[in-house]
Every structure is written in C-alpha cells, then in structure tokens.
C-alpha cells in the first residue's frame, strides 16, 4: 500500500471516529481523535479540512434524516468550537502581510463553525482578521469594514434561506460609499451552486477556508474592475414586500381546503418565501432543488405528510399567482412549480426522465 493509500485510510478511519465522538457528544472521545491526528504529524490546517468540516457537515445531514435532535447537533458545534480553540495557537503566520480581513455570518445565520475556520486559516497566512461571529447586523458589519479599513470583507451563509442578506449587505456597502471593498462568501449554498457569487455580486466565493485565502490573496493582488451590479429581480422585490399578504393568502387557501394546521402551515410557508427570495435574487431556480430532497426527508419527522406538503405547495402557487401582479406574480409562481414537480417527483407520480 502506497504511504498516498495509507494517509487516505488514516483519514477516513480519523473521519468515522470522530463523528461517532459527535453523535454520542464524547468530547472527550474527540479529543482521542484529534490528538490521534496530531500524532500522525496531520498539521491543523488539514484537521480543520478533513476531520472537522466533513464531520460537521454529516452531522447536520443526520438531523436532516432525523437521526440526531437539535441538541446533539448543538452540542457537536460545541465541541468543534473547542477543539479549534484549543488548536487556535497552531495557526501562527509565517510573514505578516499588510492585509485586514472582515468577516461574519450575514444576519440571522446562526452557524459560524465554517466562518471561524476561515477566520484562522487567514491568520495563519498573515491577515489582520476581525472576525465577528453569527448573525451579525448589517450597520455593524459595513461599519467594522469602515473603521478596520478593511481590504476584504468575508460573508458567510449557510442556509438557503439567508442568501438574500448577502445581497443586502453588498447593498449596503454601494450605499455607504464602500462599493471598491471586494466581498467574497462561502457556505453549503456557495459549494453547491458555485454562479451564485456572481449573481449576487460578489468577487467570488470558495469552498473551504484554505481555498477562501488563496481567492482573497489573488483578488487584492490583481487590479480587478469590480463588476456592475445588476438590478435585483423584480420578482424577488415583490415577494419581498407582500411577504405577509401572501402567507395569510396561502394559509387562507389551506384552512379552505380542509388543511386547519395553521401553525405548522404557516411555519412553513414562512421558510417556503425565503428560499423562494433567496431563488429569485440569485436568479437561479436550481438553488431550490436541493430542498426538495429535504423536505420530503424532513417533514414527515414534523408531522407534515408528503400529500399534505404538495398540496400546500400548490396552494401557496395560487396564491402567489392571484396577488402579485404579473409578470412577477408569474415568475414567483414559477419557481414554486419547480418545487411542486420535484416533490412530485420524490413521491413517485411522474415519471423521472
């Protein structure tokens, strides 16, 4: 076996260990592993990339399928934090460059393991970084790129639903006379929809923190011309705006129907419209598919059956279609049909071509 073979093998084995120490919320068992990768001379870098954030990633795959609570997933974040805390001083710059880095979760993204990640590795390649956490308001994130004078602004999003924060957020740098600021983003959304960064106007986006510095030390290295913000979809304007008459449209259809779960429906047509502005603003229906798989996983764990979720996908369909005015109306409705044909699909009435 080629020593290749044999760091893949030490890997994966390293990989299983530590989400199993996950799942159970074993620190102390990750803490075995971590020291296990450091003993295999694994420099953190490659523990951050290859142990931590596979892991975390299936670990929020498992809540999805309904196989670990919210507090298991909680507790895993918990004890990555720790870990990269503990592994923090390993990340020493080699040269200091001149270079500041602002970064944070746009506004009510939660998740910050994958942004603190970045957050090192950009110390240890030198950067001054100012690394601001979740869910950061949108005054206080243009202010610190201000104030640190900062020659990179670093945005993360991971959750579908949250992508038009990003759009705000490159608004609101326009706005404040910071539009020559290159912004870049990551987050699962990025990975998986690698357009999106310039359909959002962005610099670029990357898909794990090492590639983050590599992207950001050629953007402020090159004489770039920014690009042209283009106009943001009407469509998205729209939904954005008659966001409340269309739940209780949508919700009213339901209740109409026979479908008297208000709550729960309404709940859900809340997370519908913002993955369905996040679509529009992106101008991409594909970012959609993704959920169809979710839903169809995650709902029935919440009481929703796969019947009972098409029907009000159809229902928010109409609704949209009779208050928005077209073609908006028709272009919002438009996405949510795709999201219909999918779930048609998952249940098994079409036929996939």
Same mark, same amino acid.
């Given at each position: 076996?080629?020593n290749?073979?044999?760091s893949?093998?030490?890997?994966?084995?390293?990989?299983?260990?530590y989400?199993?120490?996950?799942?159970?919320?074993s620190?102390?068992?990750?803490?075995?592993?971590?020291?296990?990768?450091?003993d295999?001379?694994?420099?953190?870098?490659?523990?951050?990339?290859?142990?931590?954030?596979?892991?975390?990633?299936?670990?929020?795959?498992?809540?999805?399928?309904?196989k670990?609570?919210?507090?298991?997933?909680?507790?895993?974040?918990?004890?990555?934090?720790?870990?990269?805390?503990?592994?923090?001083?390993?990340?020493?710059?080699?040269h200091?460059?001149?270079?500041t880095?602002?970064?944070?979760c746009?506004?009510?993204?939660?998740?910050?393991?994958?942004a603190?990640?970045?957050?090192?590795f950009?110390?240890?390649?030198g950067?001054?970084?100012?690394?601001?956490?979740?869910?950061?308001?949108?005054?206080?994130?243009v202010?610190?790129?201000r104030?640190?004078?900062?020659?990179?602004?670093?945005?993360?999003?991971?959750?579908?639903?949250?992508?038009?924060?990003?759009a705000?957020?490159?608004?609101?740098?326009?706005?404040?006379?910071?539009?020559g600021?290159?912004?870049?983003?990551?987050?699962?959304?990025?990975?998986?929809?690698?357009?999106?960064?310039?359909?959002?106007?962005?610099?670029?986006?990357?898909?794990?923190a090492?590639?983050?510095?590599?992207?950001?030390?050629?953007?402020?290295?090159?004489?770039?011309?920014?690009?042209?913000?283009?106009?943001?979809?009407?469509? /998205?304007?729209a939904?954005?705006?008659?966001?409340?008459?269309?739940? !209780? $449209?949508? &919700? *009213?259809?339901?209740? @109409?129907?026979? %479908?008297?779960?208000?709550?729960?429906? /309404?709940?859900?047509y809340?997370?519908?419209?913002?993955?369905?502005? !996040? $679509?529009? &603003? *992106?101008?991409?229906? @594909?970012?959609? %598919?993704?959920q169809?798989?979710?839903?169809?996983?995650?709902?029935?764990?919440?009481?929703?059956a796969?019947?009972?979720?098409?029907?009000?996908l159809?229902?928010m369909?109409?609704?949209l279609?009779?208050?928005?005015?077209?073609?908006?109306?028709?272009?919002?409705?438009?996405?949510?049909?795709?999201?219909?044909?999918?779930?048609?699909?998952?249940?098994?009435?079409?036929?996939?071509?």
């Amino acid at each position: 076996m080629s020593n290749e073979d044999q760091s893949a093998n030490a890997i994966n084995h390293l990989q299983a260990a530590y989400l199993q120490a996950l799942v159970v919320g074993s620190g102390r068992e990750a803490d075995r592993v971590v020291t296990a990768a450091l003993d295999w001379a694994l420099p953190p870098q490659r523990i951050y990339l290859d142990i931590f954030q596979p892991t975390a990633y299936a670990v929020g795959q498992l809540w999805q399928r309904n196989k670990v609570s919210v507090a298991q997933e909680h507790l895993a974040t918990a004890i990555v934090e720790r870990q990269m805390g503990e592994l923090h001083p390993l990340f020493k710059p080699a040269h200091p460059r001149r270079r500041t880095l602002v970064l944070g979760c746009v506004p009510d993204e939660w998740h910050r393991v994958g942004a603190r990640m970045v957050a090192d590795f950009f110390e240890a390649d030198g950067w001054t970084v100012h690394y601001l956490g979740a869910n950061v308001p949108i005054r206080d994130l243009v202010g610190m790129a201000r104030e640190g004078a900062a020659d990179l602004v670093g945005l993360s999003a991971e959750m579908i639903f949250n992508l038009p924060r990003v759009a705000e957020l490159v608004r609101a740098f326009d706005k404040a006379g910071l539009g020559g600021i290159p912004v870049i983003a990551g987050g699962m959304p990025f990975i998986t929809q690698p357009d999106l960064a310039q359909a959002l106007n962005l610099r670029g986006s990357a898909t794990n923190a090492e590639a983050a510095v590599t992207l950001a030390n050629q953007i402020v290295s090159a004489a770039t011309v920014l690009p042209t913000p283009g106009p943001e979809a009407l469509a /998205a304007v729209a939904v954005r705006t008659a966001r409340a008459e269309i739940l !209780a $449209a949508a &919700v *009213a259809r339901c209740v @109409a129907a026979g %479908d008297t779960e208000t709550d729960m429906i /309404a709940a859900g047509y809340g997370y519908v419209l913002r993955m369905l502005e !996040a $679509a529009l &603003v *992106a101008g991409t229906p @594909a970012l959609l %598919d993704p959920q169809i798989t979710w839903a169809h996983d995650r709902q029935p764990h919440d009481g929703v059956a796969p019947v009972q979720l098409l029907a009000r996908l159809h229902h928010m369909a109409a609704a949209l279609r009779a208050l928005l005015a077209a073609p908006q109306g028709e272009a919002a409705a438009a996405y949510i049909d795709r999201l219909i044909a999918g779930q048609q699909r998952v249940m098994g009435l079409v036929a996939v071509a």
